[in-house]
């Protein structure tokens, strides 16, 4: 499974983004996915999750700037970053909850897209 992340970029203050990030390879299905980021000396945190029934989660930070949404049908994750500040600056990762099936047992993995550069500038 390869998740390949883009819409990385360079914005000023306020401007607007949008990432996605598909899922490639064989696999039963996708139950959650999922973006986080990581700054310079920072550790990696979470931004958004959305399940596959789309529930979605936001870190405190995000809400009402960001969203995620997903596009089963293209096993793709999207993150529309909207008002952004200096402090989004980051690399942003997209991450994904597969399940394979091997008869009737269920193997659930994680999986990491490479990473996607966020860079706000004031």
């Known amino acids: 499974v390869q998740l390949q992340a883009s819409g990385g970029g360079l914005v000023q203050a306020g401007g607007s983004l949008r990432l996605s990030c598909a899922a490639s390879?064989?696999?039963?299905?996708?139950?959650?996915m999922g973006w986080y980021r990581q700054a310079p000396g920072n550790e990696r945190e979470l931004v958004a999750t959305i399940s596959d029934g789309d529930n979605t989660n936001y870190a405190d930070f995000v809400k009402g700037r960001f969203t995620i949404s997903r596009d089963n049908a293209k096993n793709t994750v999207y993150l529309q970053l909207n008002s952004l500040k200096p402090e989004d600056t980051a690399v942003y990762y997209c991450n994904a909850q597969v399940v394979f099936m091997s008869g009737t047992v269920v193997l659930p993995r994680e999986y990491w897209g490479q990473g996607t550069l966020v860079t706000v500038s004031s």
């Open positions: 390879g064989s696999f039963t299905s996708i139950y959650g």
